[in-house]
């Protein structure tokens, strides 16, 4: 027995490397001599039979590339501009966030799951909330499911408009993002009005939402929708029927619905091909069968189907928001069970009862039964579920996103696999992954 | 009507020449990303100087302080010689396009333009074709697979326009009787703008101006959501503002060669002779505005897209456009 003995289990027969990894340290280990070496040895092999014997192009894009969306790493095989096979690489965003969870309670957590998928934090919180509740059998009340439905809607709306603004920049229509982002900047003034923060927005707590909704808020929100209509029918002036959009997305990253299916994709992607899959009618959460809203459906299955759907979705988001503000229930924003949620601050002062659930929630947390659940949620990406297992303590045992960017970049690769360079690019952005949310 | 000019003279010209279009190119960037901002709801630069103006100064100051990079895979021969193809290509096509007529200076007369070439629109061309050897070059030179993918686009596209937009022309050159800018502008001058006689050769042209100088939506070569910055990719610090230099500099002398062929040149009323050059400028500001507006306006194309549209529709139009016009011009306007 040696000294450094890790403990490992040497009994393990030899694994293969995944073909990713083969090739990307293939693709690393190269010194430029053994390059150019492997060059000449092709060129000379080109001469004698020119057919099929061409090596191709190794272009490694990313994680630094302008039109990965964060830190996608692909190791592209080109012939030409051919894409004859691409090996995605991820992890350069890994936070370890599922990890840290198990080290803080239960409702610290909430907080590190909004960085997941940084642009759809309500989304985050709400799969992430809606697991715990299921393990304390706490039901929210109906003024908090209405708003959780609103500020998901908003959230969706504003994660579309990034989507629409960095895909139309990957396609080189460079003004729409100025665009969206000005919507989206309003909606972020939303958020931090009634959240406090902008983007990594804490506010979906176990039983309901931390605070109520602000004065002048209502105003604000139906000043935002009222305007929102328009101003998708702007975008839409801009790119649907703009024959070089139309053009670039038609044909685009077309995979049979089954196929889709097979590789787990779901929202967007998956309705452009016409698969009718949203949990929001599927499996209705937080309320959502009481409002009245359609699932936009492509026929497809291309990026320009994909564009159109969540065009389609931002309205019905609007539609939805308005439900929400004309029949927003009266009544509690949280419920009263004082184990699990905080006391109301002014009663800190006169109940000693209140004083030591607030000392015991703030220093110890909530003890959660032992068991686990899973509960899922449609993100303006997919289906983004949030697994929570506990043992009985303060903190979860383990908290697993089942992330709807993770499981559609999967779809990548047999998408590019024989597209051009440029139609790869056009798949990425149709795609919409965020790499917060893939590596997580 | 050939003008003798003292060397001295043409000295003088060529340099105000050169001096003016590199001015002028950095302050079309400017106005470029100002009128950028303004289509998209910014404001665009607008602190350094007085509203922005010493923003270029700023840009070039910057952009000289920067080391002088050369990757380890280049050329380095081929790497400096580049840019310097480039921008060389970019400011002769300057001296082709005629801003005037006939001025005296000092008891001297002299030309408003830099000179007049009875083949000048070919030399424009070759330049114009020579330039991209610079970037193509520059792309090959860099030793990286963008700058590689970059150069191998930009070839595509040259092959692509440069042959309607030769077609596009030669409308222009029959009706003329003459390769020389000055003798078209003078001919305008008699007849009418040939925009009127010539409106498909003119949208061919517009159209393959926009691919010649790389613009969106044809800005494929340095299509930075694909290529990074493609031919680009490698260049940095005086060696990159050479490259945009270059790139500006074309847009200038191909619309001042659109201004000349199509829209009368330094032709137009009201002005006195000597300030006929502003009717130039504001015809060549014409084509820059409707550059940025493309350019804020489009998304860009795909590469076989765009060699589909450039061989399968500029070219029989431009073919068309030029079959007509020998026809209508062998029938009626057989002059002596």
């Known amino acids: 027995m040696s000294n450094v003995d890790l403990g490992r289990d040497t009994s393990l027969p030899h694994q293969e490397l995944p073909e990713t990894e083969r090739i990307v340290r293939e693709v690393e280990a190269r010194t430029p001599a053994e390059a150019a070496a492997r060059t000449a040895e092709h060129e000379r092999r080109a001469a004698e039979d020119p057919v099929g014997a061409r090596d191709p192009l190794v272009l490694n894009m990313g994680p630094h590339h302008p039109s990965t969306h964060g830190v996608l790493r692909l190791v592209t095989e080109l012939d030409g501009e051919v894409v004859r096979d691409i090996h995605p690489v991820i992890g350069y965003l890994h936070t370890g966030i599922e990890k840290q969870c198990e080290n803080k309670t239960f409702w610290q957590a909430i907080t590190l799951v909004t960085r997941m998928d940084y642009l759809s934090p309500f989304f985050n919180t709400h799969a992430y909330t809606q697991s715990v509740e299921k393990l304390l059998s706490l039901d929210v009340p109906p003024r908090a499911q209405w708003i959780r439905v609103m500020l998901s809607e908003l959230n969706r709306i504003t994660s579309h408009l990034v989507w629409l603004g960095t895909s139309g920049l990957e396609l080189g229509a460079i003004s729409v993002m100025f665009y969206t982002f000005r919507e989206r900047d309003r909606a972020l003034d939303l958020f931090e009005m009634i959240a406090g923060e902008r983007m990594n927005t804490r506010y979906f707590q176990v039983g309901g939402c931390a605070e109520d909704i602000p004065p002048g808020f209502e105003d604000l929100l139906r000043r935002f929708v009222d305007e929102m209509p328009s101003r998708i029918d702007e975008y839409e002036g801009l790119l649907r029927a703009n024959p070089i959009w139309v053009e670039r997305t038609k044909g685009i990253g077309i995979l049979p619905a089954e196929q889709l299916i097979d590789l787990g994709v779901t929202g967007p992607p998956l309705r452009a091909a016409g698969v009718d899959l949203d949990l929001r009618k599927a499996r209705p959460y937080s309320g959502y069968e009481h409002f009245d809203f359609s699932v936009p459906l492509g026929t497809q299955g291309d990026a320009y189907d994909r564009f159109l759907v969540r065009m389609a979705e931002m309205r019905q988001s609007v539609r939805i928001i308005e439900q929400c503000l004309d029949g927003m229930p009266e009544g509690p924003s949280i419920v009263d069970d004082r184990k699990v949620v905080l006391p109301p601050r002014g009663e800190l002062a006169t109940s000693m009862e209140s004083l030591i659930h607030h000392f015991k929630l703030v220093t110890e947390g909530f003890t959660v039964p032992e068991g686990e659940a899973y509960s899922a949620v449609e993100s303006p990406r997919g289906e983004i579920g949030c697994y929570v297992a506990s043992d009985g303590g303060p903190k979860p045992l383990r908290v697993h996103m089942r992330d709807a960017s993770f499981v559609n970049l999967q779809a990548l690769r047999p998408m590019a696999r024989g597209a051009l360079l440029s139609d790869m690019v056009a798949m990425i952005g149709s795609l919409d992954n965020v790499m917060g949310g893939v590596d997580r | ?336």
């Open chain 2, 1 to 336: 009507m050939s003008v003798h000019e003292p060397f001295w003279l043409m000295l003088i010209k060529a340099g105000l020449l050169a001096f003016t279009v590199i001015t002028i190119f950095a302050y079309v960037m400017l106005w470029e990303r100002k009128l950028l901002g303004r289509f998209q709801a910014r404001y665009g630069p607008n602190r350094t100087g007085l509203v922005g103006y010493m923003q270029p100064l700023a840009d070039v100051v910057k952009l000289i302080f920067k080391e002088d990079f050369v990757p380890r895979g280049a050329n380095k021969v081929l790497f400096h010689v580049a840019p310097v193809m480039a921008i060389a290509c970019a400011v002769t096509g300057i001296a082709i396009i005629p801003f005037g007529t006939t001025g005296e200076l000092f008891g001297h007369e002299f030309t408003m333009y830099g000179t007049d070439l009875s083949v000048g629109v070919l030399v424009l061309f070759a330049l114009s074709g020579l330039g991209f050897y610079g970037m193509i070059l520059g792309g090959w030179a860099s030793g990286n697979k963008y700058s590689l993918l970059g150069a191998a686009r930009t070839a595509a596209q040259l092959v692509s326009y440069e042959v309607a937009m030769g077609l596009s022309i030669i409308g222009v050159i029959m009706i003329a009787q003459s390769l020389s800018l000055v003798d078209i502008v003078n001919a305008q001058m008699n007849s009418v703008w040939y925009i009127l006689c010539q409106p498909l050769g003119f949208a061919v042209f517009v159209v393959a101006a926009v691919a010649e100088t790389n613009r969106t939506p044809f800005d494929l070569p340095e299509a930075e959501s694909e290529l990074v910055a493609g031919y680009l990719t490698e260049y940095g610090g005086l060696k990159f503002a050479i490259f945009a230099m270059a790139e500006y500099v074309n847009m200038i002398v191909l619309s001042g060669l659109g201004a000349t062929l199509f829209l009368g040149g330094f032709d137009g009323p009201w002005l006195p002779q000597w300030l006929s050059w502003l009717w130039l400028l504001a015809k060549i500001f014409v084509f820059l505005f409707l550059f940025i507006w493309l350019r804020a306006t489009l998304p860009r194309l795909r590469y076989d897209q765009l060699m589909r549209f450039g061989w399968k529709v500029l070219l029989p139009l431009a073919t068309l456009n030029l079959i007509v016009t020998a026809i209508v011009v062998g029938i009626f306007f057989q002059n002596d």
